[in-house]
């Protein structure tokens, strides 16, 4: 194929077997404000007809060039699309979801309004999303993301460490773009495994601990389409082992960048424990693999650190103490009332006593 795109952001959309929410992706691509874009749709071995309406965008938009190919999954399509971007920037669209008009508008204007003392521009521009899930009739109900209001640096750009937000809940890497040139120069590249595999973790660590030169858009601009509020859960139970071996990757990537900060490390023990029960839970502790590999994981972690998070669960720091084989510690009670009643509070405050009702439902649901 002769790629004879081109555009300052490069979009990249890995693609397969979704042609029920295809059209309305593209259509968000192409209908952004900002216009100079190249758009990639890298098919990924659909048997659907995901290639056929890829190419019936195609033929419509100029900016847009279909690659088929077979199936290699999801960080293998990201590799092979990145590596057909000539822009400045690049971004990756997943085609479940769809974006705000505005989208490129806002983090490019962004990235150029946005540079330190000696004139460096950002190498990574982040941004908030939106949660949407059907609802009974078939309509859309939106729920912010858990870091929308909540990363606030002294100033841009920023260490990872000043918006750490960003390390504590979904990877969200689609929620933004990356300077083609920072990826090229830190080696960043997704682990070609067997489906999505949870790949977006690495890239995660791989990205924002590799610079220290983030920008960050609060506003939710990016449209990520859930079936359910577990569906982290539900994707463990189909590959119990890989939520857990993706954080080890992560792990080692903060070790060979030399992460010393206390709050990214704080993070990663969070993110660690949090996908050890993910994975004791979604397969059993009896299942092949799943003892050692939380035995080796939870004894790369620091007992103090660890039970001194006030987001981890009472249960969940009694599970590392057996694992690492110490006592649990007592007390940090009014510490975790105080986590939870500033969580609390943040989420009637962005999204309403509904939503709040309905997660308290949820997690009821599993006990």
Known sequence: MSNTVHGRVSVVVPMCNVETTLDQCLLSIERQTYLDLQIICMNDGSRDRSSAIAHGHAARDARIVVVDKPNEGYGATCNRGIALADGEWVAIVEPDDYLDPAMYERLVGCAEGVADAGGRAPDVVRCAYWRVFEDEAGGERRVSCQYLHRVKPAQQPFRIGDGIELLLHHPAIWAGMYRRQFLER????????????????????????ATDALAYVDEPLYLYREHDLNDAEALARKSPLTPLSRWNEMM??????????????????????????????????????????????MARLEPARVFGLAALSPAAKGFFAREVGVGAPRGGGLARAGYLAREAAYRLRTNGLGFVVDNVRSRANRL
């Open 252 to 297: 080692d990537a903060a070790e060979r960048l030399g992460v010393t900060d206390g709050r990214v490390l704080d993070a990663l023990a969070l993110r660690g424990v949090n996908y050890a029960m993910i994975t004791a839970d979604a397969a059993g502790e009896d299942a092949p693999g799943v003892a050692e590999l939380v035995s080796r994981s």
């Open 186 to 209: 830190a080696g960043v590249r997704f682990r070609e495994v067997p489906g999505a595999g949870w790949t977006d973790n690495p890239f995660l660590i791989e990205t924002l601990c």
